[in-house]
C-alpha cells in the first residue's frame, strides 16, 4: 500500500508559477514509478506527467512539455511537479498517482495509488 498527500496547489496569475507536492509513505514508495495528472470541470482527468522510480526518466503530456518538470526526492519520499509559464487553461485539479512498478505509463490504468488532489487556478 502507497498513501499520497498532494500540496501546493493556489490560485496564481498566468505567467506565474506553482510548486505540486506530493508525500508518499508506504512500504514500496521508494521504488514506485509516479505520475501527475489532472481534472479540470467537466473533462477527463488527463496526463501530466510520469516519472520513474529514481527519477531517472520522465514523460509528459505534449500540452505541459517545456513548462512543467517533475521530479522526487526519494531520500524524503516526495515527488514534484514544477509549473511555470502557467496559462487558465491548466486549471484543473492536479492529482498525484503511484505505480506498482518501478516505470509506468501515461493512463490512468497505469497506476494504483491516488491522492486527494489539490486544486490549481491560473486566472487570466
Known amino acids: 500500500q502507497v498513501q499520497l498527500v498532494e500540496s501546493g496547489g493556489g490560485l496564481v496569475q498566468a505567467g506565474g508559477s506553482l510548486t505540486l507536492s506530493c508525500a508518499a509513505s508506504?512500504?514500496?514508495?521508494?521504488?514506485?514509478?509516479m505520475g501527475w495528472f489532472r481534472q479540470a470541470p467537466g473533462k477527463e482527468r488527463e496526463f501530466v506527467a510520469a516519472?520513474?522510480?529514481?527519477?531517472?526518466?520522465?514523460n509528459y503530456a505534449d500540452s505541459v512539455k517545456g513548462r512543467f518538470t517533475g521530479s522526487r526526492d526519494n531520500s524524503k519520499n516526495t515527488v514534484y511537479l514544477q509549473m511555470n509559464s502557467l496559462k487558465p487553461e491548466d486549471t484543473a485539479v492536479y492529482y498525484c498517482?503511484?505505480?506498482?512498478?518501478?516505470?509506468?505509463?501515461?493512463?490512468?490504468?497505469?497506476?494504483?495509488?491516488w491522492g486527494q488532489g489539490t486544486q490549481v487556478t491560473v486566472s487570466s
Open positions: 498517482a503511484a505505480s506498482r512498478y518501478l516505470y509506468s505509463g501515461i493512463t490512468r490504468l497505469d497506476y494504483d495509488y
Open positions: 516519472i520513474s522510480w529514481r527519477g531517472g526518466s520522465t
Open positions: 508506504g512500504r514500496t514508495a521508494s521504488s514506485s514509478a
